[in-house]
């Protein structure tokens, strides 16, 4: 059974850095592309980053220059490195693992809080 888990999230100010993980359960991660989410509160989930099979990326434009997505395939992880954190960036992050032709598999989500 595919399993997504998430870790990393916290509170952190304005400004500062997380680090979030995705644990993947899949056989043959290499084949799936990946992508981190994350929903605020009272508003529809929105693509934050993505990473390809062939380790394409791709950013929304309120991410681009601060966030990074990466992938470990000999680990089957993904990563988020987020960097110049705003208060606007507060959401629950989840980890989505996609291939052509298959359903879509969802972590559980990591809350990311940037308050001071």
């Known amino acids: 059974q595919v399993q997504l888990v998430e870790s990393g999230g916290g509170l952190v100010q304005p400004g500062g850095s997380l680090r979030l993980s995705c644990a993947a359960s899949i056989n043959i991660f290499s084949l799936y592309d990946m992508a981190w989410y994350r929903q605020a509160p009272g508003k529809q989930r929105e693509l934050v980053a993505t990473i390809t099979r062939f380790r394409n990326t791709n950013y929304a434009d309120s991410v681009k220059g601060r966030f990074t997505i990466s992938r470990d395939n000999s680990k089957n992880m993904v990563y988020l490195q987020m960097n110049s954190l705003k208060p606007e960036d507060t959401a629950v992050y989840y980890c989505?693992?996609?291939?052509?032709?298959?359903?879509?598999?969802w972590g559980q989500g990591t809350q990311v809080t940037v308050s001071s």
């Open positions: 989505n693992a996609h291939q052509q032709y298959a359903p879509d598999y």
